[in-house]
């Protein structure tokens, strides 16, 4: 679809304030989701219609999905209520649901170990355990394609770069930056070897913009432009913080105690390799952005 009215959850966060600003610069209408009644008028300030609600208040995620062309959930890749919500609304109807994921479902437990080079294209079928639940309600997504609607995931890997809307700053960049400055040190887990894809955030805003003109129904994309080791990462945030590049590792219990089990294990101490390659096949997506260590330094 190349216009129409987009209703997006998360429209204040990172991921859904870029691609909501993405299309409105691509001449689509935007309705978004915002829990805090100060957020109403910084997004409407971006030129986004707002509504005031929670992802979980099924009245008002009901009534903005029937009400919409289209739907972009960048709220939560695990709340399964949202979803559906979501889906239970728009059955039958041929509209667009595009659903965000994250890469942490290819993740392993390697705790900053390098891992085997297993690169995913598409939805590992045997998720672990700790990634079931999202895994399923990405399949669910996926599978709604029966339902006649025109359901989309889109699963970025790690996301580095200045948010396009309000929400300016990536998860696990700034995670790491700001455990620099606690330890003066750049700090990875184990031995740092671990590796993860990364795609700037401009460059994932315009493949949600190429996925809502062109995916067909059913499709799943992981996004990824790269890959570096958390090494390499810390050891740039290092020196760009002014700490000469001096690097610190913690145990995985260390970590958890740090940053919690969900961050220390998957989001920090994983390895996470994803290819995009149906992204730029299917839809002709271009990314620019190379080089996560570049845009640290």
């Keep these: 679809m190349k216009t129409g009215k987009i209703f997006v959850t998360g429209a204040t966060g990172y991921i859904g304030g870029s691609v909501a600003v993405q299309l409105l610069k691509n001449g689509y209408t935007i309705t978004g989701l915002a829990r805090k009644e100060a957020d109403l008028p910084r997004l409407e300030a971006l030129g986004i219609t707002p509504i005031l609600g929670d992802i979980n208040a099924v009245k008002v995620i009901t009534e903005q999905a029937q009400a919409a062309d289209a739907i972009i959930n960048a709220a939560s890749a695990d709340n399964p209520f949202v979803v559906s919500t979501i889906l239970d609304a728009i059955a039958g109807s041929g509209k667009t649901l595009i659903h965000t994921s994250g890469s942490s479902i290819a993740g392993d437990k390697a705790a900053g170990a390098h891992g085997p080079r297993i690169r995913y294209e598409e939805i590992p079928e045997e998720p672990r355990l700790e990634k079931a639940a999202r895994v399923a309600i990405d399949s669910t997504v996926i599978k709604a394609a029966e339902k006649n609607i025109r359901s ?17 700053d990536s998860i696990q960049v700034p995670l790491l930056a700001q455990t620099a400055r606690q330890y003066n040190a750049g700090v990875f887990v184990g031995v740092g070897a671990n590796v993860w894809s990364n795609v700037h955030i401009e460059d994932l805003a315009q493949l949600y ?29 290092s020196r760009q913080l002014g700490y000469d590049g001096k690097t610190q590792g913690l145990s995985i ?40 260590l570049k845009h640290i330094s």
């Design 253 to 292: 219990d260390e970590a958890i105690a740090l940053w919690g089990a969900e961050a220390a294990h998957f989001g920090l101490g994983s390895n996470s390799y994803v290819s995009a390659a149906k992204a730029r096949q299917e839809l002709g997506w271009q990314p620019n952005a190379r080089d996560i």
């Design 209 to 237: 913009l190429l996925a809502l003109q062109k995916a067909p129904a059913g499709a799943f994309y992981f996004a990824e432009n790269g890959e570096a080791a958390l090494f390499d990462i810390v050891s740039a945030i």
């Design 152 to 168: 989309i995931v889109i699963c970025p890997a790690m996301i580095y770069g200045a948010g396009l809307g309000l929400h300016k």
